[in-house]
T-cell receptor
């Protein structure tokens, strides 16, 4: 399973766009990139998943360049409630194991 | 609310004891996963069951065991407890199990059981 590297923490202000980049240099051909969000003392929650190019849903966008060695989670106009830890995971199509790294702790200020 | 339930919410016990954590997956989900989250090690995958059968194993200690019952609920048994076993234990469920050429299934996490070993 591919190892991921993310910034340990990020700060932002309400209303700003936040971009969290994840490096996964040894991603395999069949690996998907998935992001989860975790609030304190709660279980992680699925945000978005993609394979290549760009994926957008009602919560976030995921940008994946052609070489797929990195990906960027984009949160538009964050609010205080977006303060959480964000995990980037790289998963293979033939395994369900989720390998969580240390994640990125996002703090949103008013 | 993810639809996954876990009991108990909190558990305090002494070293050397044995406890059982219970998880009920979302209605219709066949896969159940167990994760351990401690302060110094983050979220660790322990084990996965799919439709009653063990499907994948992670960093699960020999003192720990799990099973999935015919009604699809799952139990995680922790024995000979040590102080270092104090952690949040999460159960997650998903619709199916990974299949070739399909993306990993979205996992829905329960609220967790906080275990404190004294």
């Amino acid at each position: 399973l591919a190892k991921t590297t993310q910034p340990i923490s990020m700060d932002s202000y309400e209303g700003q766009e936040v971009n969290i980049t994840c490096s996964h240099n040894n991603i395999a051909t069949n690996d998907y990139i998935t992001w989860y969000q975790q609030f304190p003392s709660q279980g992680p929650r699925f945000i978005i998943q993609g394979y290549k190019t760009k994926v957008t849903n009602e919560v976030a966008s995921l940008f994946i360049p052609a070489d797929r060695k990195s990906s960027t989670l984009s949160l538009p106009r964050v609010s205080l409630s977006d303060t959480a830890v964000y995990y980037c995971l790289v998963g293979s199509y033939n395994t369900d194991k989720l390998i969580f790294g240390t994640g990125t702790r996002l703090q949103v200020f008013p | 609310d993810s639809g996954v339930t876990q009991t108990p919410k909190h558990l305090i016990t002494a070293t050397g004891q044995r406890v059982t954590l219970r998880c009920s997956p979302r209605s219709g989900d066949l896969s159940v996963y167990w994760y351990q989250q401690s302060l110094d090690q983050g979220l660790q995958f322990l084990i996965q069951y799919y439709n009653g059968e063990e499907r994948a194993k992670g960093n699960i200690l020999e003192r720990f065991s799990a099973q999935q019952f015919p009604d699809l609920h799952s139990e995680l048994n922790l024995s000979s407890l040590e102080l270092g076993d104090s952690a949040l234990y999460f159960c997650a469920s998903s619709e199916g199990a990974a299949v070739n050429a399909l993306p990993p299934y979205e996992q829905y996490f329960g609220p967790g059981t906080r275990l404190t070993v004294t």
